[in-house]
């Protein structure tokens, strides 16, 4: 069975940076993208950034210039670089993964969330 697990989150001052990681393990075939989702309390969850198989990457525009997305295929890992970070990322941040795993079937995997809080 997959699994992502999420780590790196915590509390930061803003102004600084904070970076977090997901790993994905199980028997996994091919990822086609990952991503990176927060949701704020109260607020739907929305996209941060994702990356492709051939490493096309798309940024929210709220977080363009300051996040950046970064992907390890030998490890299975996806990393989210960040910083300046403000009071308006303080979200539970989720790690997503679309892949192809056993019984070469396509679908879509969640990892549990972290919780990130930028304090001012």
């Known amino acids: 069975q997959v699994q992502l697990v999420e780590s790196g989150g915590g509390a930061v001052q803003a102004g600084g940076s904070l970076n977090l990681t997901c790993t994905a393990s199980?028997?996994?075939?091919?990822?086609?993208?990952m991503g990176w989702y927060r949701q704020a309390p109260g607020k739907k969850r929305e996209v941060v950034a994702s990356?492709?198989?051939?490493?096309?990457?798309n940024y929210a525009d709220s977080v363009k210039g300051r996040f950046t997305i970064a992907s390890d295929s030998a490890k299975n890992t996806v990393d989210l670089h960040r910083h300046s970070l403000q009071s308006e990322d303080t979200a539970v941040y989720y790690c997503?993964?679309?892949?192809?795993?056993?019984?070469?079937?396509?679908?879509?995997?969640w990892g549990q969330g972290t919780q990130v809080t930028v304090s001012s």
């Open positions: 997503n993964a679309h892949l192809m795993s056993y019984g070469l079937s396509n679908a879509n995997y």
């Open positions: 990356i492709s198989r051939t490493r096309s990457t």
């Open positions: 199980g028997i996994i075939v091919r990822i086609n993208a």
